[in-house]
């Protein structure tokens, strides 16, 4: 599967062979900026991710993104959300929030890709002062994001909760509230 992504205005990207890595205002030599946003899309080698049969009649993208959070190597000594399943558009998809030592907030968004059993992973990373940002900066990375040079279908944000409630960074890890 082959992800591609037009550069917004003002944003800097970096393709390899895993997905594309977007970044606002990122100086990466420069301690303390609060601007600072990344986004990382890429698609999971669910094969490598040791994660066992997945039910297909179910939501998958909450069966990995819920998988995925209770591997300490892939979420670190992070504070993270429950796996929240919801509905986009016509596709399953699954989030949950994260929050670390170091002040970042993160949204990791997993979407069915359409008439395929794999998944579009979106990361978007910023500071506890710019969540807020992550409802503008969403849609605009699916606008422009195409798989196997199909444009996605645009990205409602009905099942996104506003505010977004980032879990209090503790050192042990999930947040079942």
């Known amino acids: 599967m082959r992800l591609s992504l037009r550069t917004p205005a003002?944003?800097?990207?970096?393709?390899?062979?895993?997905?594309?890595?977007?970044?606002?205002?990122?100086?990466?030599y420069a301690a303390g900026t609060s601007n600072d946003m990344?986004?990382?899309v890429f698609v999971p080698a669910m094969d490598k991710m040791e994660i066992g049969e997945l039910n297909h009649d179910e939501n998958i993208a909450w069966e990995v993104l819920n998988h995925v959070t209770k591997m300490p190597s892939l979420v670190g000594n992070s504070s993270v959300s429950r796996t929240v399943p919801v509905k986009i558009g016509d596709q399953d998809g699954a989030y949950y929030l994260l929050s670390d030592a170091a002040?970042?907030?993160?949204?990791?968004?997993?979407?069915?890709?359409?008439?395929?059993?794999?998944?579009?992973?979106?990361?978007?990373s910023t500071s506890d002062e710019h969540v807020s940002r992550i409802r503008e900066v969403l849609p605009m990375v699916f606008e422009n994001l195409s798989v196997n040079g199909e444009p996605l279908e645009p990205l409602p944000l009905d099942?996104?909760?506003?505010?977004?409630?980032?879990?209090?960074?503790?050192?042990?890890?999930?947040?079942?509230?």
């Open 38 to 40: 990344l986004v990382y």
């Open 159 to 177: 099942w996104l909760p506003e505010p977004l409630e980032f879990p209090v960074y503790e050192t042990s890890g999930i947040d079942d509230s």
């Open 10 to 28: 003002g944003w800097q990207s970096i393709a390899n062979d895993y997905g594309i890595l977007l970044a606002q205002h990122a100086d990466f």
């Open 103 to 124: 002040g970042n907030r993160v949204l990791v968004l997993a979407v069915k890709v359409p008439a395929a059993d794999k998944l579009i992973i979106c990361n978007i």
